[in-house]
């Protein structure tokens, strides 16, 4: 009997690796593809089911992936992931979000595999009016009517999962698409000044990544071709998440793009999914000091 196989692209960043662990753990019997532009290595090893690593961008995914046939599933965490980086490397953002997205859409359709996709809440800041604020948010949200648009097309089976301000243990620290909770653990660590960017009133709901992983799990099981918001339901400021890794803060300009709300507009995911997030940011940061106390 042939094996069952499930892609994830993006499957060697901060998320992508996480959601691979989580759903080795869950399954057994499986072919577990990750998809992935980057050449680090995933340093795991399954006794559960085959992990195959294929290093690609997602614009080439037919090449590299038409030779499995029985792929049920895509879990798509492999495009370009952050606001602000997306006026600087906006080529990237683009032929990550648009191109390469499209070519995973279509790839999904033609072999009629069940497509998940990893949203951004940052649609919904400024009650909708923030997915133009950058390049990021925009090719995301686009995304996201792109999909619905398959589905009426052409018959796409997808579940949408909206992540919020994802962190966690082995979180991106020191490269362009840090977040912020990585990036002031980044300089908590090198005794640097915080940077906070003006005015710091921003307010932000943080999501530990067991929670995302295990909420879009939820989703895909569930499969009812839905939009489900994976949030925490509590939002904080960016200067009080500062202060609370008891380190000294320096004020920096505000930036273009920056996001001052993140809102949430449903709670299908704990009505639907029975998604109950249980890790508090307060107590991670907490967690982190104590580790790494000087």
Known sequence: MKKKEIVITGGLGFIGRNFVKYLDKKLKNYKIIILDKSKKNLNYKSKNNDIILIISKTIDIEKNLSIYKNIKTLFHFGEFSRIVASFTYT?????????????VLKFCTDRK???IYSASSSRFGNHGKDENLSPYSWTKSKNIELIKNFN???GLRYEIVYFYNVYGEDQSRYDKLSAVIGIFEGQYLKNKPLTLVAPGTQSRDFTHVEDIIHGTYLA??????REYLLGTGKTYSIKYIAKLFNHRIKIIPSRTGERFSSSKINNDAYKILKYKPKKNIEEYIENFIKKNEK
């Open 91 to 103: 080529d990237d953002c683009f032929s990550s979000n648009t191109i390469g997205t499209y070519k």
């Open 113 to 115: 595999i069940k497509f």
């Open 220 to 225: 895909w099981k569930k499969n009812l071709n």
């Open 152 to 154: 009426k097309w052409y």
